[in-house]
């Protein structure tokens, strides 16, 4: 396999009837940058910031953020990075951070991501200053975790917007252009896309937090592990849904959770109008030869005739009809 990967390597994610599909990675430290090299990906789709933050002994300031981003958009050359604003808080607690531990019952669902980030402005305005500076005379995409409902993002983006004119004041150096995007991993947003879409200039799906939201189902526990499939009507439909109105908005959609670096969960998002990714660097070579082995419109069949009349075991179903296309 991995000679088959590697011959692909500098080859399009194409399908065999022509969609091409954008294949991103995930990242979360300066390291990681050379698996893009590597992998031949697209760009980073997902920079997750809060890994500076949770492997370091204390507060990372703006200055060693700034160098940190600089170092990834510098690698990252002509492609493009998306960076995520801090997921910190709830189970990825930070000593130095909070006064005390974080007692809560289901620190899933607490006081994390942009929830503290946007009260904990200083941290966020820091954070913006950094990504500003780093981004300078280049594009900076930024978007945020956690989202539940649009204010979050008004708010979140009205920072950004005070830190550039800041900068712009100060002469410091500011991006040549930005882009803010959202992540959709809390169901509430999904009812309410209509009145965000507008907004936004890119929308990314986290179906890691998603899914255990969707189900009630703590992402962390074993014992729920092989209850919830990602390939279940209930998640498929939700997503269908959702790409569906992100096309008709005209917002470009991708999918940045694990789900979307597992093949047959790949060829499934495919079939309901998925068409970038943003993987584990691991599985760039796995998900590129499926969709180049694809035809993604009897994939977009499939998944029509299987989402309207779900069969009992979806995913056994899938992978067969997987193997008669000989994907
Ligand atoms: C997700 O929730 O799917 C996601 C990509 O974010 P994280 O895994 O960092 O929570
Ligand atoms: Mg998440």
């Known amino acids: 396999r991995r000679a088959e990967y590697a011959a692909i390597r500098g080859k399009p994610a194409t399908t065999k009837d022509g969609l091409a599909c954008q294949l991103m990675v995930n990242a979360g430290l300066a390291e990681d940058t050379a698996q893009l090299e590597n992998s031949g990906a697209d760009g980073i789709g997902l920079f997750r910031t809060e890994f500076q933050f949770l492997v370091a002994a ?67 305005k820091a954070q913006a200053r950094a990504l500003i500076e780093a981004a300078g005379g280049r594009t900076l995409r930024v978007m945020f975790p956690m989202v539940s409902e649009p204010w979050e993002f008004d708010e979140a983006k009205q920072l950004f917007e005070k830190q550039i004119e800041w900068a712009v004041q100060a002469k410091r150096p ?65 997503l269908r849904r959702v790409i569906r109105q992100c096309r008709e908005a005209g917002v470009p959609v991708r999918i940045c959770g694990e789900m979307g670096g597992r093949p047959l969960e790949a060829l499934a998002l495919v079939g309901i109008g998925m068409e970038s990714f943003s993987i584990t660097p691991a599985a760039v070579g796995a998900i590129k030869a499926m969709i180049r082995s694809l035809d993604a419109g009897a994939a977009r069949a499939r998944l029509e005739q299987m989402l309207a009349r779900p069969p009992r075991d979806f995913r056994r179903a899938l992978l067969e009809w997987a193997r008669k296309q000989e994907v």
């Open 58 to 124: 204390t507060l990372p300031g703006r200055e060693s953020q700034y160098r940190l981003y600089r170092q990834v958009l510098d690698a990252a050359g002509d492609k493009p990075v998306v960076f995520r604003t801090v997921d910190i808080g709830g189970d990825k607690a930070l000593p130095y951070l909070q006064d005390e531990k974080d007692e809560s019952e289901n620190p899933a669902m607490g006081w994390r991501a942009l929830r503290l980030s946007l009260e904990r402005s200083a941290l966020m």
């Open 174 to 238: 500011t991006p040549a252009k930005i882009e803010y995007g959202c992540m959709l991993e809390v169901p509430s947003l999904a009812e309410v896309l209509d009145l965000l879409l507008p907004k936004l200039d890119f929308l990314s799906i986290g179906t890691n937090d998603l899914t255990q939201f969707l189900f009630a189902a703590d992402r962390a526990d074993p014992r729920l592990a092989q209850r919830y499939d990602w390939l279940s009507p209930a998640i498929l439909r939700f």
